[in-house]
């Protein structure tokens, strides 16, 4: 079956510190990936859209500027947490679809993020 | 943000029992999707029914659609200690694979 692969799956940073998370399809091709979060407890968030060769596309809410998503090639988007701050740790999951074939959309393993 | 409800919010069964859990959504869709997750672990895709479909099976799942009243509901049958988990329903309205997620509903089986 189709692999989406995370990485790290966790990570612990100082205050005031970027932490790049990467997302590739390990045997796929994605022109979309999507970034989304999730705090303790609570549901899975969408957070953006990740464009192959384009900008993301970001819900509302979400700080382009504080959350860069950098999509350049078709297997791999990341992630990047600048300026971390500790409201900033949670759990951090992409997922990714086949742009040619018509199924669900596959979901990385996650990276927890703790802002120390 | 959030495309809907999920409900209970948390459900306690013994193993053994069935355990159904609800999803409501607010807009129209393309598909929709239930997941489980373990605590602080990633999630496992469970199963797809898109929006001309009813009713899907897959072993001890049952999923249920109805658009008209955008609703869904998961079944698990013949419930184990094994199934404890959180359970979200996650919606597509554009089969882009754009997921917008539930609540969720936390169930725990008792052994």
């Known amino acids: 079956g189709a692999v989406v692969s995370q990485h790290p799956s966790w990570v612990i940073c100082k205050s005031g510190t970027s932490v790049k998370i990467e997302c590739r399809s390990l045997?796929?091709?994605?022109?979309?990936m999507f970034w989304y979060r999730q705090f303790p407890k609570q549901s899975l968030m969408l957070m953006a859209t990740?464009?192959?060769?384009?900008?993301?596309?970001?819900e509302q809410g979400v700080e382009k500027d504080k959350f860069l998503i950098n999509h350049a090639s078709l297997t791999l988007s990341t992630l990047t947490v600048t300026s971390a701050h500790p409201e900033d740790s949670s759990f951090y999951i992409c997922?990714?679809?086949?742009?040619?074939?018509?199924?669900?959309?596959?979901f990385g393993q996650g990276t927890r993020l703790t802002v120390v | 943000s959030q495309q809907g409800e999920e409900d209970p919010q948390a459900l306690s069964i013994q193993e053994g029992e069935n355990a159904t859990m609800n999803c409501s959504y607010k807009?129209?869709?393309?598909?929709l999707q239930w997941y489980r997750q373990n605590s602080g672990r990633g999630l496992v895709h469970l199963i797809l029914?898109?929006?001309?479909?009813r009713e899907k099976h897959s072993g001890r799942l049952r999923v249920t659609l109805d658009t008209s009243k955008k609703s869904s509901s998961l079944l698990i049958t013949a419930s184990r200690a094994a199934d404890t988990a959180s359970y979200f329903c996650?919606?597509?309205?554009?089969?882009?694979?754009?997921?917008?997620f539930g609540q969720g509903t936390t169930l725990q089986v008792k052994p």
């Open positions: 029914i898109r929006s001309n479909e």
């Open positions: 997922s990714a679809r086949d742009s040619r074939r018509n199924t669900e959309a596959f």
């Open positions: 996650a919606t597509d309205a554009s089969n882009t694979g754009k997921l917008i």
């Open positions: 045997d796929f091709q994605a022109t979309t």
């Open positions: 807009t129209s869709i393309n598909n």
């Open positions: 990740s464009n192959e060769g384009s900008k993301a596309t970001y």
